[in-house]
């Protein structure tokens, strides 16, 4: 793994009896802009007056969806789900969205997070009798939803529920047979937005899906919150407040999220700009030409090369049609496939001191990789700038950092660093400006991977189900 990767995109649409609109098509395109938040499995599952049917599959939406698969998927409502999975749960069985039958009707659940107590609730579950088919969180939620929605009137009443008994991350989108829903947690960990087109309604992970499908931003779905749709239009539930703060992942803005979204009313690309300007400030340098690493450090480094009046440059060219590296499973051959994603462009660097700008640094791999390049190409000096702060502890809310010993910054100095990637000098944004962004902008942060302050109670160790057990074989 070369960079860090999110859990997954997640979208729903309910469409209006009056408005001509395919759910299923329209899910199809939203997924196609949130592919970039999962390229390992996908899922659309309709509902056709009640009727469910689903289609997921591991691959690109291009490569489990054509024509004729939409064709078979009629409804009026529709979720969908792309994936970026751990490696033990790359498979079709573990792909969303998840479709079950329970004692109150059919119930599909497309997931964004980590739910922290995953285990002691799975394993409570399984003492209650309940069997699982996978070993992701979707399937522990729906049968959280099912369990719940025994005891109340509604599923929003059983969703609301939830709030009191899962901790960790979780933006979902379900459908049950007449209502399409969406439920964020109380920390607000992962984006979830709410879209109108005509008198249909649409929630996303991000607002790049809504502009592909027409939509117009409505709102963001708030921390603590449940919100459907039915046939009288829209509807929320507030989960009462139990003094838990507001922590949407920083991540989201420095890598995760397009730049052409905006989260919690904030423009991802200002954000990164921001970033860049206030590391021209924080570590200035004499150079000739300031560049960016495709794709989230580029808004970074305009940020920076406005501030510091140094000109700005396209220094690296990303190779769109290739995958990404760390699903190669051996090191030779994500080594390789870095090659052919990314190339120097000479007459930008030759002969010349280069700013290089990325968003972060896990293992470091990469980045002694990209400085080769560069030298390769003719640049005299390469100062590299990172637009956060050092990773220095694990996420347990769906951010995949790896184990602390496998991360670059941790037990090493700046000067270290700098001379095992093999740059002139290096300089992250320190955590201080990056809070003063975030207080710019009005949002609250989650920093817990620079700072190891959690927003919520994390394990002290992963628990594991005595249950636990891995089966191999298959197609």
């Given at each position: ?87 033990d749960l790359k498979d079709r069985e573990n792909a969303l969205p998840i479709v079950v039958e329970h004692a109150k009707g059919n119930l599909a659940v497309s997931h964004n997070g980590a739910v922290v107590n995953a285990a002691q609730l ?354």
């Open positions: 793994m070369q960079k860090i990767h999110e859990a997954c995109g997640v979208f729903g649409i309910y469409a209006a009896p009056n408005d001509s609109i395919n759910p299923a098509e329209e899910t199809f395109n939203a997924l196609f802009a949130l592919q970039h938040r999962g390229q390992e499995s996908c899922g659309i599952a309709v509902s056709d007056r009640g009727v469910f049917r689903v289609r997921k599959n591991v691959g690109l939406v291009s490569e489990v969806f054509d024509e004729e698969a939409l064709a078979a998927l009629p409804g009026q409502i529709a979720i969908g789900h792309c994936r970026y999975a751990a490696n799975r394993r409570e579950l399984q003492e209650q009798g309940n069997v699982f088919q996978t070993r992701g969180d979707a399937e522990l939620i729906a049968n959280l939803v099912a369990r719940e929605r025994l005891k109340c009137s509604s599923t929003e009443e059983a969703l609301l529920r939830l709030m009191d008994i899962m901790t960790g991350a979780y933006s979902l989108v379900l459908m049950s047979p007449r209502k399409l829903l969406a439920a964020r947690d109380r920390c607000g960990y992962r984006p979830l937005c709410i879209g109108k087109v005509g008198e249909s309604w649409v929630f996303s992970s991000e607002t790049v899906a809504l502009d592909a499908v027409g939509a117009t931003l409505v709102r963001d779905v708030k921390p603590g919150e449940v919100v459907w749709v039915d046939a009288d239009g829209l509807h929320s539930l507030q989960a009462t407040d139990n003094g838990t703060r507001q922590a949407l992942c920083v991540f989201e803005y420095v890598y995760f999220a397009r730049p052409d979204s905006v989260i919690d009313g904030m423009s991802v690309d200002r954000f990164r700009r921001l970033a860049g300007m206030h590391l021209a400030l924080e570590s200035p340098i004499c150079a000739d030409v300031v560049i960016g690493v495709p794709d989230s450090g580029l808004p970074a480094a305009t940020g920076y090369s406005h501030c510091s009046g140094i000109p700005y440059g396209v220094g690296l060219i990303k190779n769109r049609y290739i995958g990404r590296t760390f699903i190669q499973p051996m090191q030779s051959q994500r080594e390789r496939a870095m090659k052919i994603k990314l190339n120097a462009l000479a007459d930008t660097v030759r002969g010349k001191r280069v700013i290089m700008i990325d968003d972060s640094i896990v293992r470091g791999t990469t980045s002694a990789h990209l400085v080769s390049l560069l030298r390769e190409a003719g640049a005299t000096e390469v100062h590299m700038r990172i637009s956060c702060p050092p990773f220095l502890h694990p996420c347990y809310f769906g951010t995949d950092v790896p184990d602390r010993k496998m991360l670059l910054a941790v037990g090493r100095t700046v000067e270290d660093m700098r001379k095992i990637i093999g740059v002139d000098s290096l300089a992250f944004l320190s955590l201080e400006a990056l809070h003063r962004i975030a207080r710019e902008v009005n949002i609250d942060i989650c920093d817990a991977c620079f700072t190891g302050d959690y927003p919520t109670k994390i394990p002290e160790k992963r628990e594991v189900s005595k249950y636990e057990c891995h089966i191999e074989g298959g197609e």
